[in-house]
C-alpha cells in the first residue's frame, strides 16, 4: 500500500472495508484541510492587498524578485507534497501544506489588488458554487472518472502551451478562450480529484499515519483545483475592463 497511485486500478471498494474511521469523518477531515489552506492563503492575500493599496502597477512589478523566490519555493513544495508526502511524518506534512498555503497567499495578493475587490468577490462567490456542486457530483457519481485522467493532463499541457504562445502572439479573443477553457478544465479536475476521496479511504482507511497523508494530498490537488478555478473565473470576469 505504498503506491497512492495503485488505488486508481480499482473499481470496487468493497476489498478495503473495516476502516478505523467512517467515510464521513475522512470526507471531513480532506475538506477540513483544504478549507483551512484556502483560508489562510486568502488572508494572506487580502492582508498584503491592503498594503499595496496605492500602488502602481510598475511599483508592484518592482517586487517581482520576491515573487520569483516565493514561487520557486511553492513548486518546491507541491513537488515534495506531490512525491514524497508518504515517506514525510504527517506533522512534516502538515507544517509543508500550510506553508505551500502561505506562499500561494503571497503570490496572489498581487492578482487580488490589480482585479479589485469587487470583482474578486463576485469571482470566489461564482467559484464556490460552482466547486461545490461539481465536488458533490464526483463524490456521489458511480462513474469510475479515473478514464478522465489523461484527458485532464493533456488539457492541462495545452493551456500551458497557448499561455505561453499568447504571451508572444496577439491571439483575438485569447482572454475569453484561455478562461473558458481554463474554468473547463479545472471543472473536470475537481469532479476527478473529489472521486480521490472514496478511494483514498478505501485504500488508505486502516492505517493512521496514512490516513492523515493522503487526506493531506486529496486536500492539496482540491485547494489546487479552487484556486484554479478560481482565477480563471476571475479572468473571465474582469477580461472587458
Known amino acids: 500500500m505504498n503506491n497512492y497511485n495503485d488505488y486508481n486500478r480499482y473499481t470496487s471498494y468493497s476489498e478495503f472495508s473495516g476502516s478505523q474511521i467512517s467515510l464521513a469523518d475522512y470526507s471531513r477531515r480532506v475538506y477540513a484541510w483544504m478549507a483551512s489552506g484556502l483560508a489562510l492563503t486568502f488572508l494572506i492575500g487580502f492582508f498584503l492587498m491592503r498594503y499595496f493599496d496605492g500602488f502602481t502597477v510598475e511599483q508592484i512589478m518592482s517586487y517581482a524578485g520576491i515573487y520569483l523566490v516565493v514561487s520557486l519555493t511553492e513548486l518546491i513544495l507541491v513537488v515534495v507534497l506531490g512525491f514524497f508526502v508518504y515517506k514525510l511524518p504527517p506533522a512534516v506534512s502538515t507544517v509543508l501544506f500550510y506553508a505551500y498555503s502561505v506562499c500561494n497567499g503571497v503570490t496572489v495578493a498581487p ?47 495545452i493551456l ?14 485569447s482572454d475569453l478562450i484561455m ?34 497523508r493522503s487526506s493531506i494530498t486529496i486536500a492539496l ?20 475592463e
Open 111 to 157: 492578482v487580488l489588488y490589480v482585479y479589485g475587490m469587487e470583482t474578486v468577490f463576485y469571482a470566489f462567490a461564482a467559484t464556490a458554487l460552482m466547486f461545490t456542486a461539481i465536488s458533490v457530483y464526483g463524490f456521489l457519481t458511480k462513474r469510475d472518472l479515473t478514464k478522465i485522467g489523461p484527458i485532464l493532463i493533456i488539457g492541462l499541457i
Open 160 to 173: 500551458i502551451i497557448y499561455s505561453i504562445i499568447a504571451i508572444f502572439i496577439n491571439i483575438p479573443m
Open 179 to 212: 478562461s473558458i477553457f481554463g474554468i473547463a478544465l479545472f471543472t473536470g479536475f475537481t469532479a476527478f480529484d473529489t472521486q480521490k476521496i472514496k478511494k483514498g479511504y478505501y485504500y488508505f482507511g486502516q492505517n493512521t499515519d496514512m490516513v492523515q
Open 221 to 240: 490537488q482540491l485547494y489546487l483545483d479552487f484556486i484554479n478555478l478560481f482565477l480563471y473565473i476571475l479572468r473571465f470576469f474582469a477580461r472587458d
